[in-house]
């Protein structure tokens, strides 16, 4: 069994009781159903579960470089030169990141609202990326962007290989 979740922010990747948080728990009661990698709990978006051991292995263990597709909110007026170094792989100090595909992107269409709103300064705009990486290290995203100058204020995971949060509205599931 194989289940799609639009996980929301502010939930933790785990099934059993949190003190501060909702948990996958809050949203599928499914029996012995696991998550295949984990979602920040300030990240939102695609997260995969399944109840099929080596399928989670294949989904979310590095040697099997799963695209992931990330739309990122930074801080700041990126450009296309600001994300060159991105593309080469960043030195984060505890690794250096596989070169990632990156692009400035218009802010997606049908994005629903994020509780509570990201912070936004009137003085300082806002881009929309769209990143591809195959890793998925411990808050990697961020600390890439953050690496370049461009702190993300919201990250919403899009896509894990060929599965997208495509008609999957927000802490909503579906089993493909």
């Given at each position: 069994?194989?289940i799609?979740?639009?996980?929301?922010h502010?939930?933790?990747?785990?099934?059993?009781?949190?003190?501060?948080?909702q948990?996958?728990?809050?949203?599928?009661?499914l029996?012995?159903?696991?998550?295949?990698?984990r979602?920040?709990?300030?990240?939102?978006?695609?997260?995969?579960?399944?109840?099929?051991?080596?399928l989670?292995?294949?989904?979310?263990?590095?040697?099997?470089k799963?695209?992931?597709?990330?739309?990122?909110?930074?801080?700041?007026d990126?450009?296309?030169?600001?994300?060159?170094?991105?593309?080469?792989?960043?030195?984060?100090?505890?690794?250096?990141?596989q070169?990632?595909?990156?692009?400035?992107i218009?802010?997606?269409?049908?994005?629903w609202?994020?509780?509570?709103?990201?912070?936004?300064?009137?003085?300082?705009?806002?881009?929309?990326?769209?990143?591809?990486?195959?890793?998925?290290?411990?808050?990697?995203?961020r600390?890439?962007?953050?690496?370049i100058?461009?702190?993300t204020?919201r990250l919403?995971?899009?896509?894990?290989g060929?599965?997208?949060?495509?008609n999957?509205?927000?802490?909503?599931?579906?089993?493909?």
């Amino acid at each position: 069994m194989l289940i799609l979740f639009n996980k929301p922010h502010n939930v933790v990747c785990q099934f059993s009781k949190h003190d501060t948080s909702q948990t996958l728990k809050d949203y599928i009661s499914l029996p012995n159903v696991y998550a295949a990698g984990r979602l920040d709990t300030d990240s939102e978006g695609l997260l995969i579960l399944t109840d099929d051991g080596s399928l989670q292995h294949r989904l979310s263990h590095p040697q099997h470089k799963e695209v992931k597709t990330y739309w990122v909110q930074v801080e700041g007026d990126v450009t296309n030169e600001d994300l060159l170094p991105l593309t080469k792989g960043v030195d984060l100090g505890d690794f250096l990141t596989q070169p990632a595909q990156v692009r400035c992107i218009a802010e997606p269409a049908n994005l629903w609202m994020r509780n509570p709103p990201i912070r936004e300064r009137k003085a300082i705009p806002t881009s929309w990326l769209e990143i591809k990486i195959s890793e998925g290290k411990n808050r990697q995203v961020r600390r890439m962007t953050a690496k370049i100058g461009f702190p993300t204020l919201r990250l919403i995971r899009y896509a894990i290989g060929n599965y997208t949060l495509d008609n999957l509205p927000l802490g909503e599931w579906k089993k493909v």
